[in-house]
């Protein structure tokens, strides 16, 4: 007898959903994904929810204490826990709001009633609970979560690129945008995307997160003194999606 | 866990149990007389529930539609960031309408700084904008919608039972990415979309070949199209006739660009969108509702259908009459009926668009060069969802003081309380599964995008005034840093 399909759920907390639209984007692929797994929880696309889960995939960042403890209560339930997006596994763009003081983004969003929101600083998931694998991006690439996806079927641990954005940026023969006079985080991100916002005509935002062992120092040096961008215009771009680094920025 | 909000809510009866609620979407019982309590409404796009109390003589006495999502700030993140990133990061409110949000946003900041752009330009966003309506349409049809109608509970169920008009929808919506693809690059949070143009253009070659694939996908619209006029007696039989806001143009079925139009009011320009779009507070609600010159209005395929249907292209016009939509139709439901109806209509606008570009030929234009300046600007873009407005102001250098998104879902939740109201006596006494179907039904039809429309939702049930107004009146002496 055939053993039992791995039961797979998804999961979202502040986001957009743009990554589990990627998902159904699979078309096709994702009909032949299903013959595999078992989808026990996915609000977008079914109705129901059944713990406990072989895998959870979870989208959206930590945003109030009420996410914190469901967060908990799934990663109890769920043996391998993935972050899906950006937002999930290093805050992104959520995290822009944590520059201001608490006060002004409630007031500024919600004026004298801002008081009867929940809300805390933006956190990726990986700060609230371990988290056993990450799929970076904003969105995530479609192809990387299929791969993924079948190592975690396969029990392998799934390999994400550890060198730098520009490594796959040269492959695919873009001309480097500081040689355009525009500043670009390719030098310290994360690859594993191609290099797809550079190859679209725009720069690399950093969305996949820091590449282990960045050296924003260098790159702050490499944009300000070489580039001859403003303080401002670099901290502008570091602090788009890397607002929950400890690095300061 | 329970993410119904804290604060208290009027009503004993229908307020949500604070413990921890059933599993999702399933119907718990208390004794004494009924609550079905919807806890997180599944194939929507974010979190929202839906609270029906049931009286000991099986009387519907109160259905309430809340949400608890997680709110994001996104006026607040853009504060102090440069108009070379807003619509970047405004892309992010929403994975579906990633496309529409950049437009809006570009409009807003390209109206602020005095840019513009080329014709070309406005033709590439227009097809960029019906990409996403198809693929958002498409989406909601096949992979929310269809469910409903054919009894199960997902789209997975139906790759057995039902794969050949599955498959169908797959492949149309799959086009729609590919579409998307070709002219924005991305289908989500798509990359070329610039201030002032295109950061990288389509090839001629492209153009021509997902021509092709349009003209071809005609038999897939028209199977489609059978598919849901088949399935139309499937959509409960309401009506309630509201106010319906859409953009307005003589050129076309506007999606891009037109005044604000409405069945029950006049025209008026996009920058005076706050005098249509008025957003007040009542006690019973968790959500800001938004009137215009009746109690409530509704905006999405349906409003602008009723409102342009007389811009449509041929075939769209014909699969209006097959599955029996006819102008100034009153039945909520069949806001998915004008889904479809837009889908191709998109495929038949896009083909004439795309032969303008060829006729033309592509230019390659220069990077747009900005020189930032303090202005205003408003952006009003209908998404698939509906009428969607950004407005911000800038300071002199090129920085955002004031934003304002005004989110298409935000406009329907009076409009989505209020069928409720008037829906739920006619199902009184039903089995319960039958009232969470049809309500959820509901909810689902107007393909409700609660993440997008968080921003504006007050817990407090009191009289006040929005959070964040608009650029049109700054509060005297703030400054950027404020």
């Given at each position: 007898?055939?053993?039992?399909?791995?039961?797979?759920?998804?999961?979202?907390?502040?986001?957009?959903?743009?990554?589990?639209?990627?998902?159904?984007?699979?078309?096709?692929?994702?009909?032949?994904?299903?013959?595999?797994?078992?989808?026990?929880?996915?609000?977008?696309?079914?109705?129901?929810?059944?713990?406990?889960?072989?895998?959870?995939?979870?989208?959206?960042?930590?945003?109030?204490?009420?996410?914190?403890?469901?967060?908990?209560?799934?990663?109890?339930?769920?043996?391998?826990?993935?972050?899906?997006?950006?937002?999930?596994?290093?805050?992104?763009?959520?995290?822009?709001?944590?520059?201001?003081?608490?006060?002004?983004?409630?007031?500024?969003?919600?004026?004298?009633?801002?008081?009867?929101?929940?809300?805390?600083?933006?956190?990726?998931?990986?700060?609230?609970?371990?988290?056993?694998?990450?799929?970076?991006?904003?969105?995530?690439?479609?192809?990387?979560?299929?791969?993924?996806?079948?190592?975690?079927?396969?029990?392998?641990?799934?390999?994400?690129?550890?060198?730098?954005?520009?490594?796959?940026?040269?492959?695919?023969?873009?001309?480097?945008?500081?040689?355009?006079?525009?500043?670009?985080?390719?030098?310290?991100?994360?690859?594993?995307?191609?290099?797809?916002?550079?190859?679209?005509?725009?720069?690399?935002?950093?969305?996949?997160?820091?590449?282990?062992?960045?050296?924003?120092?260098?790159?702050?040096?490499?944009?300000?003194?070489?580039?001859?961008?403003?303080?401002?215009?670099?901290?502008?771009?570091?602090?788009?999606?890397?607002?929950?680094?400890?690095?300061?920025? | 866990?329970?993410?119904?909000?804290?604060?208290?809510?009027?009503?004993?009866?229908?307020?949500?149990?604070?413990?921890?609620?059933?599993?999702?979407?399933?119907?718990?019982?208390?004794?004494?007389?009924?609550?079905?309590?919807?806890?997180?409404?599944?194939?929507?796009?974010?979190?929202?529930?839906?609270?029906?109390?049931?009286?000991?003589?099986?009387?519907?006495?109160?259905?309430?539609?809340?949400?608890?999502?997680?709110?994001?700030?996104?006026?607040?993140?853009?504060?102090?960031?440069?108009?070379?990133?807003?619509?970047?990061?405004?892309?992010?409110?929403?994975?579906?309408?990633?496309?529409?949000?950049?437009?809006?946003?570009?409009?807003?900041?390209?109206?602020?700084?005095?840019?513009?752009?080329?014709?070309?330009?406005?033709?590439?966003?227009?097809?960029?904008?019906?990409?996403?309506?198809?693929?958002?349409h498409l989406?909601h049809l096949?992979?929310?919608v269809?469910?409903?109608?054919?009894?199960?509970?997902?789209?997975?169920?139906?790759?057995?039972?039902?794969?050949?008009?599955?498959?169908?929808l797959?492949?149309l919506?799959?086009?729609?990415?590919?579409?998307?693809?070709?002219?924005?690059?991305?289908?989500?949070?798509?990359?070329?979309?610039?201030?002032?143009?295109?950061?990288?253009?389509?090839?001629?070659?492209?153009?021509?070949?997902?021509?092709?694939?349009?003209?071809?996908?005609?038999?897939?619209l028209?199977?489609a199209a059978?598919l849901f006029a088949?399935?139309?007696?499937?959509?409960?039989?309401?009506?309630?006739?509201?106010?319906?806001?859409?953009?307005?143009?003589?050129?076309?079925?506007?999606?891009?660009?037109?005044?604000?139009?409405?069945?029950?009011?006049?025209?008026?320009?996009?920058?005076?969108?706050?005098?249509?779009?008025?957003?007040?507070?009542?006690?019973?609600?968790?959500?800001?509702?938004?009137?215009?010159?009746?109690?409530?209005?509704?905006?999405?395929a349906?409003?602008?259908y009723?409102?342009?249907?007389?811009?449509?292209?041929?075939?769209a016009?014909?699969v209006a009459?097959q599955v029996?939509l006819?102008?100034?139709?009153?039945?909520?439901?069949f806001n998915n009926l004008a889904q479809l109806v837009e889908v191709v209509h998109?495929?038949?606008?896009?083909?004439?668009?795309?032969?303008?570009?060829?006729?033309?030929?592509?230019?390659?234009?220069?990077?747009?060069?900005?020189?930032?300046?303090?202005?205003?600007?408003?952006?009003?873009?209908?998404?698939?969802?509906?009428?969607?407005?950004?407005?911000?102001?800038?300071?002199?250098?090129?920085?955002?003081?004031?934003?304002?998104?005004?989110?298409?879902?935000?406009?329907?939740?009076?409009?989505?309380?209020?069928?409720?109201?008037?829906?739920?006596?006619?199902?009184?006494?039903?089995?319960?599964?039958?009232?969470?179907?049809?309500?959820?039904?509901?909810?689902?039809?107007?393909?409700?995008?609660?993440?997008?429309?968080?921003?504006?939702?007050?817990?407090?049930?009191?009289?006040?005034?929005?959070?964040?107004?608009?650029?049109?009146?700054?509060?005297?002496?703030?400054?950027?840093?404020?």
């Open positions: 007898m055939a053993k039992a399909k791995p039961r797979v759920a998804f999961f979202d907390f502040a986001g957009c959903e743009g990554d589990q639209l990627q998902i159904a984007n699979l078309e096709e692929t994702l009909l032949d994904l299903l013959e595999h797994i078992e989808v026990v929880a996915f609000r977008e696309v079914k109705t129901g929810d059944e713990p406990p889960y072989d895998i959870a995939f979870i989208e959206g960042s930590i945003t109030r204490p009420q996410d914190e403890a469901r967060v908990k209560e799934i990663r109890k339930q769920s043996t391998f826990l993935v972050a899906l997006g950006a937002c999930a596994t290093i805050g992104g763009i959520n995290c822009l709001k944590n520059f201001h003081s608490e006060a002004i983004y409630r007031t500024q969003v919600y004026g004298d009633r801002a008081r009867w929101y929940d809300t805390y600083p933006a956190r990726p998931v990986g700060a609230v609970v371990k988290v056993d694998a990450e799929l970076h991006g904003c969105p995530i690439d479609r192809s990387e979560f299929l791969r993924v996806t079948k190592e975690l079927l396969l029990g392998k641990r799934p390999w994400i690129p550890d060198y730098p954005v520009c490594v796959e940026c040269k492959e695919v023969g873009n001309i480097c945008r500081y040689d355009l006079g525009r500043p670009c985080l390719g030098i310290v991100s994360r690859a594993g995307c191609k290099a797809c916002c550079v190859t679209e005509g725009a720069t690399c935002w950093g969305c996949r997160g820091l590449a282990p062992h960045a050296n924003l120092d260098a790159a702050r040096y490499v944009m300000e003194d070489i580039g001859g961008f403003s303080r401002e215009e670099a901290q502008d771009l570091m602090r788009l999606y890397l607002g929950w680094t400890q690095a300061p920025l | 866990m329970n993410d119904a909000p804290k604060n208290a809510r009027p009503g004993k009866k229908a307020t949500a149990p604070k413990e921890t609620p059933p599993p999702t979407s399933e119907a718990s019982v208390d004794k004494q007389g009924k609550q079905i309590f919807v806890h997180h409404l599944t194939r929507v796009e974010g979190h929202g529930n839906i609270v029906v109390s049931i009286d000991h003589n099986d009387k519907i006495e109160t259905c309430r539609w809340e949400v608890p999502e997680a709110p994001r700030f996104f006026e607040a993140m853009v504060l102090g960031r440069s108009w070379r990133d807003i619509h970047h990061i405004t892309s992010r409110i929403c994975g579906i309408c990633s496309i529409g949000h950049q437009l809006a946003s570009l409009q807003a900041t390209e109206e602020a700084l005095a840019i513009r752009p080329s014709e070309q330009t406005h033709v590439l966003r227009k097809l960029a904008l019906h990409g996403e309506n198809m693929q958002s989406l096949g992979y929310l269809l469910p409903d109608l054919l009894n199960v509970d997902s789209v997975i169920p139906l790759a057995q039972s039902h794969p050949k008009e599955l498959k169908n797959i492949a919506h799959r086009l729609a990415n590919e579409f998307s693809r070709v002219i924005s690059g991305r289908t989500t949070h798509p990359q070329r979309l610039i201030p002032g143009g295109m950061g990288k253009l389509p090839t001629a070659e492209e153009l021509k070949d997902i021509r092709k694939q349009l003209e071809d996908s005609v038999p897939k028209k199977a059978e088949a399935l139309r007696e499937k959509f409960p039989d309401f009506e309630r006739p509201t106010e319906y806001v859409a953009l307005v143009s003589e050129a076309e079925y506007p999606l891009y660009w037109g005044d604000i139009g409405s069945s029950h009011d006049k025209r008026k320009p996009a920058r005076f969108y706050m005098d249509t779009a008025k957003e007040y507070m009542v006690p019973h609600s968790t959500a800001k509702w938004a009137r215009n010159v009746k109690q409530s209005y509704m905006v999405g349906l409003a602008r009723n409102l342009n249907h007389a811009m449509l292209h041929p075939l016009r014909k009459d029996g006819t102008p100034m139709s009153t039945n909520p439901y998109s495929v038949e606008d896009s083909i004439r668009h795309i032969d303008r570009l060829l006729t033309k030929g592509l230019k390659r234009e220069p990077y747009p060069k900005v020189e930032p300046r303090a202005g205003k600007g408003v952006g009003a873009v209908e998404v698939p969802r509906g009428l969607l407005f950004h407005a911000y102001e800038y300071d002199d250098d090129g920085r955002i003081v004031r934003a304002d998104c005004v989110i298409p879902t935000n406009q329907n939740h009076a409009n989505i309380q209020h069928d409720l109201d008037e829906l739920t006596p006619t199902i009184s006494g039903k089995s319960e599964a039958e009232i969470e179907l049809t309500l959820s039904m509901l909810v689902r039809a107007y393909d409700p995008c609660i993440s997008c429309s968080t921003h504006l939702i007050d817990m407090s049930g009191q009289e006040g005034g929005r959070g964040v107004r608009f650029v049109r009146e700054p509060k005297a002496g703030e400054s950027r840093k404020a």
